[in-house]
C-alpha cells in the first residue's frame, strides 16, 4: 500500500536499523580483539571465512529472489560474526563456510531477511555445526600456545567438571575454548556498551546469568563456574538480547530470559548433547509469539486484565 | 503520563522576544465560514459591500456554530471555495483592503460591569463574537462549556506547548499575564470551578515565576501553577487532564472537556477580551518559524491571512522549504499551497528544511520495543499497526487502536521508519465514523492528499 508521507509527524528521530546493528558489531569489538591476540591466525582465518560464507548467502539469495541487496544494514556480518565467535579456531574452513552460509541461509534469509527471522541466525548455524560435527566442534587449541587441547566442560549429567582452570584464568578466558565465549571481561565490556547505547535492556543478561546458576547449583553444581564456561555468558549478553528473536516488551524479555535459563539447565542436565544452550534458545525463540501475545501493553484504557 | 518522547524544543529562535509582533495588516484575507463539518452559518453581507474592522459577516444558523467576523476592513470581494489548511476546500469570504474605510487597530469599547456576567450572558458573548478554542479542533467555546459537567472542581490554563517551535503560549503569557489570568476568572465563574491551575512544561521557569507573582500580587488563592516534565505530548488536553487528577487515561475527552477543563491560554486571553473590550475574535498570536524563515517570531495574524502574505511580511523565506506546516510537526498539517489562510486555530506557520522533514527509507520492523515505550496511552503501536498492516482491522482494535491519541510518537521514534500512525489510524477510522471534528480534519486531509500534489 501507499506510504502517505504527507501526514504527520513531519519529523522522525535520528536512529536508523543500520546504525542500530552497526552498534551492536562494534560492541564485538573488544571481543573480536581478544580472539585475534588469543589465536591470532586460526583466528584470522575462521573469521574470514564466516563472513565469506554469509555473503555468498546472501548474494545467493539476491540473486535467487531477485530481491535488493541489504548489505549496508549490516546484519549478515553481524551474524557471521557472532557466528565465528561461537566456533573454535581449529574448525577445517569449509565447515566453516558451510556454517556461515546455513546460518544465514536458513536462518534469516528464508524468513524474509531481517526483522523476519523466528531463530536467531547464528545460533541456527551454531547448532548445524554441532550436530553435524561434534567432534570437530569439541577441540580447540591453548590460547597463545597453540596446543590442541579439548575445551573445558561440565559434565552435568555426572556433576564433575573436566579441564576446568582456575578462576582469573575463567575470567581472562586463558583456556582452550572457542573464539569469543571465553573472555568474560571482553563480553561484559561489549556487554556495557550495548547498555550504555541503550540497546538491550540490563535485565536480560542477568536474569538469564542467574537463572543458569541458581538452578545449576540447585543441582549440586559450583554456582558461578557453571556460568562462567559454556558460553552462557556471551549468548547473556549477545544472543538473547537481540531483538529481533526475543519478545517486544521489556516484560516479556524478562520472562524470556528466565525462561532460557531454565530450559539451558535443563537440556545440559537430561539430554545427550554436549551444551544444550543452542537448543534451548532456539526453543526459547519459538516461544516468542506467545509471550508477546501473553504479555502485552493493553493501553490505559482498557478494562482487559493484564500488564497495564 | 509514564512514556512520551522527549523532542529538541528549538523554542529558542522565536523567543529571542517575548512581544508578539504586529505585522502591517494584510491586503486581503479570506475568511473560512465554517470550522467543521456540523457547523451552518449564513453570511450577512454581499459582493461588493464595505465591512469594517470587527464588523459582523456572518450569523450562526445552528447551535454548533459561532459568528465570523470581518478581521480587516476593506471591500467583500468574493465568497466562494477556497483552499482550507487542513485539507479540501471550504466556503470562504474575501475581503480586500481598500482605502477609503482603512482602520489599522481595533478601537475597544470597554463593557459595562463586566465582572458580573451571568452564564448565559456569557455563553452569548462567545457565540456572537466568534470565540472558539484557539487549538487546531477549534471546539466552540460555548459549546465546550456547556459540556463541562456540574462537579468539576479544576480549571486547568494549558500552556504547555510540547511540540517544537511553538512558543504563542509562553510569549502570550510573558506578554500579557494578567490578560490571560482575568480570561480564566471569567471562565471560572461560568463554570463554577473551585481551583484554577496552569500546567507548564518545566523549560518555562520564567513563565511559572512571573504568572506565580501576579496570583501574589491579585491575591487569588485558588490559583496555582504546576510544572510538568516537558516530554511530547504532555499538552494534549485529555492527557494533561488525567494527569493533574491523577486518574487513569480515560481516552479523549472524559476529563478534558467534563471534569477537568483544558483551555488554551490563548483562548482566555481571546475571552477576556471579548468579555471585557467586546472585541470579537478576529486575530490571534502566531509563531513563524521552522528553521527557513528570515525572522522567526510570534506575532497578531489576522484570521483569515495567507501564509504567502505573513512569510513575506516576516521578510520572506531564506530557501524552499521541504514542507509547509499549520501548526507543529509533531501534529501539524502540510500544506500544498501557501495561499492558504490563518485559522482560529493555527498556533504555527512553520517552514521546515527538506533534512528536517527527511524521511529515511522504510524497512521492516525490528521489534525494538521503541514505539511501546514511547506510547502515551500504553497501547503496543507495533502490534496494531502490524494487524492493520495485514487489513486485520478487528484484530487491531482487539490489541488497543482506539485507544491512539495520534500523537505520532510511534512513526517518530521508530528506527525502521514505518508509517505506524498511518496504519493505526487506518484501523481507527474503520471503528469511527465521523464522531468528532479531528475525525473530518484527518480525513479530508487525506483525502486531498490522494490528488499528490506536492508543496510548489
Given at each position: 500500500m501507499r506510504v502517505k508521507t504527507q501526514l504527520p509527524p513531519h519529523i522522525s528521530a535520528s536512529s536508523s536499523v543500520p546504525q542500530i546493528v552497526w552498534k551492536i558489531v562494534a560492541a564485538l569489538f573488544p571481543l573480536i580483539g581478544v580472539s585475534l591476540w588469543f589465536y591470532q591466525w586460526d583466528a584470522v582465518r575462521v573469521f574470514a571465512f564466516s563472513v565469506l560464507g554469509s555473503l555468498t548467502a546472501e548474494f545467493l539469495c539476491t540473486f535467487l529472489w531477485k530481491g535488493k541487496l541489504t548489505l549496508y544494514d549490516g546484519s549478515t556480518i553481524l551474524t557471521s560474526l557472532l557466528l565465528a565467535l561461537m566456533?573454535?579456531?581449529?574448525?577445517?574452513a569449509w565447515m566453516i563456510i558451510l556454517g556461515s552460509f546455513f546460518a544465514v541461509f536458513f536462518g534469516k534469509e528464508v524468513f524474509g531477511g531481517l526483522g523476519h527471522m523466528p531463530f536467531h541466525p547464528a545460533i541456527v548455524g551454531r547448532v548445524f555445526l554441532q550436530v553435524t560435527f561434534p567432534v570437530s566442534m569439541s577441540f580447540t587449541l591453548q590460547p597463545l600456545e597453540g596446543l590442541s587441547r579439548p575445551a573445558p566442560f561440565l559434565w552435568m549429567k555426572e556433576e564433575i567438571y573436566l579441564n576446568m582452570p582456575p578462576l582469573p584464568g575463567l575470567l581472562l578466558g586463558n583456556y582452550p575454548g572457542t573464539l569469543g565465549e571465553t573472555c568474560i571481561v571482553a563480553i561484559l565490556v561489549g556487554g556495557l556498551i550495548l547498555f550504555w547505547q541503550r540497546l538491550?535492556?540490563?535485565?536480560v543478561p542477568v536474569l538469564f546469568v542467574l537463572t543458569v546458576s541458581l538452578i545449576s547449583w540447585g543441582m549440586g553444581l559450583h554456582p558461578w563456574e557453571s556460568v562462567l564456561v559454556g558460553g552462557i555468558i556471551f549468548v547473556a549478553c549477545f544472543i538473547i538480547t537481540d531483538p529481533v528473536t526475543t519478545p517486544l516488551t521489556r516484560e516479556g524479555n524478562r520472562v524470556f530470559s528466565v525462561l532460557a535459563g531454565v530450559l539451558v539447565c535443563v537440556l545440559r542436565k537430561w539430554t545427550s548433547s554436549l551444551e544444550g544452550i543452542g537448543f534451548a534458545i532456539l526453543m526459547a525463540n519459538a516461544l516468542t509469539p506467545w509471550l508477546d501475545q501473553w504479555i502485552r501493553p493493553r493501553g490505559t484504557r482498557s478494562n482487559e486484565r493484564g500488564k497495564r | 503520563m509514564r512514556y512520551g518522547i522527549c523532542l529538541e524544543g528549538k523554542k529558542e529562535a522565536s523567543l529571542i522576544s517575548w512581544a508578539i509582533g504586529r505585522i502591517s495588516l494584510a491586503e486581503r484575507v479570506r475568511i473560512p465560514l465554517t470550522n467543521s463539518l456540523r457547523e451552518r452559518v449564513e453570511p450577512m453581507i454581499e459582493i461588493g459591500e464595505d465591512v469594517g474592522l470587527g464588523q459582523k459577516i456572518a450569523v450562526p444558523a445552528s447551535v454548533d456554530s459561532v459568528s465570523v467576523h470581518a478581521s480587516i476592513s476593506g471591500r467583500i470581494t468574493d465568497i466562494r471555495d477556497f483552499p482550507y489548511p487542513l485539507g479540501g476546500m471550504r466556503t470562504a469570504i474575501e475581503i480586500t483592503a481598500h482605502e477609503?474605510?482603512?482602520?489599522e487597530f481595533y478601537q475597544p469599547i470597554e463593557r459595562e460591569d463586566w465582572n458580573n456576567l451571568s452564564r448565559e450572558e456569557i455563553l452569548k458573548i462567545c457565540q456572537e463574537l466568534g470565540l472558539?478554542?484557539?487549538?487546531?479542533?477549534?471546539?466552540?467555546l460555548h459549546k465546550k462549556i456547556l459540556k463541562v459537567g456540574e462537579k468539576s472542581s479544576f480549571l486547568i490554563i494549558n500552556a504547555c506547548e510540547s511540540e517544537p517551535y511553538i512558543t504563542t503560549n509562553h510569549a502570550l503569557l510573558m506578554s500579557h499575564p494578567v490578560e490571560v489570568l482575568k480570561g480564566a476568572e471569567i471562565l471560572r465563574k461560568t463554570l463554577g470551578a473551585e481551583r484554577v491551575l496552569l500546567a507548564l512544561e518545566d523549560h518555562q521557569l520564567e513563565v511559572a515565576e512571573l504568572i506565580k507573582s501576579k496570583i501574589y500580587f491579585l491575591r487569588w488563592k485558588n490559583y496555582e501553577v504546576k510544572l510538568f516534565r516537558a516530554r511530547y505530548p504532555q499538552g494534549n488536553p485529555s492527557i494533561l487532564a488525567s494527569d493533574i487528577l491523577k486518574a487513569k487515561f480515560e481516552g479523549s475527552g472524559k476529563f478534558a472537556e467534563i471534569e477537568a477543563p483544558v483551555f488554551d491560554a490563548a483562548t482566555l486571553y481571546a475571552l477576556y477580551e471579548a468579555v471585557v473590550?467586546?472585541?470579537?475574535?478576529i486575530e490571534r498570536p502566531v509563531t513563524i518559524g521552522g528553521g527557513c524563515t528570515v525572522e522567526s517570531r510570534n506575532v497578531w495574524l489576522p484570521i483569515g491571512a495567507s501564509f504567502q502574505d505573513v512569510l513575506r511580511k516576516c521578510r520572506g523565506l531564506l530557501r524552499e522549504p521541504g514542507k509547509l506546516l499549520m501548526g507543529g510537526p509533531m501534529r501539524g498539517f502540510a500544506q500544498q499551497s501557501y495561499e492558504v489562510p490563518v485559522l482560529k486555530g493555527t498556533q504555527a506557520i512553520l517552514a521546515l528544511p527538506r533534512e528536517v522533514v527527511k524521511k529515511g527509507k522504510e524497512g521492516p520492523c525490528i521489534r525494538c520495543n521503541r514505539c511501546v515505550e514511547a506510547c502515551p496511552v500504553e497501547i503496543s503501536p507495533v502490534l496494531v499497526a502490524t494487524a492493520s498492516e495485514f487489513g486485520d482491522f478487528d484484530l487491531a482494535r482487539t490489541y488497543g487502536a482506539e485507544q491512539c491519541i495520534e500523537c505520532g510518537n510511534c512513526s517518530y521514534i521508530c528506527p525502521a521508519k514505518r508509517p505506524m500512525l498511518d496504519w493505526i489510524r487506518a484501523a481507527k477510522q474503520d471503528a469511527i465514523i465521523l464522531e468528532e471534528d479531528f475525525v473530518d480534519i484527518h480525513q479530508n486531509q487525506e483525502q486531498d492528499l490522494l490528488s499528490g500534489a506536492k508543496i510548489r
Open positions: 566456533l573454535p579456531p581449529t574448525l577445517p538491550i535492556y540490563w535485565e | 477609503e474605510n482603512r482602520r472558539v478554542d484557539l487549538v487546531p479542533e477549534m471546539h466552540p473590550y467586546q472585541k470579537p475574535l
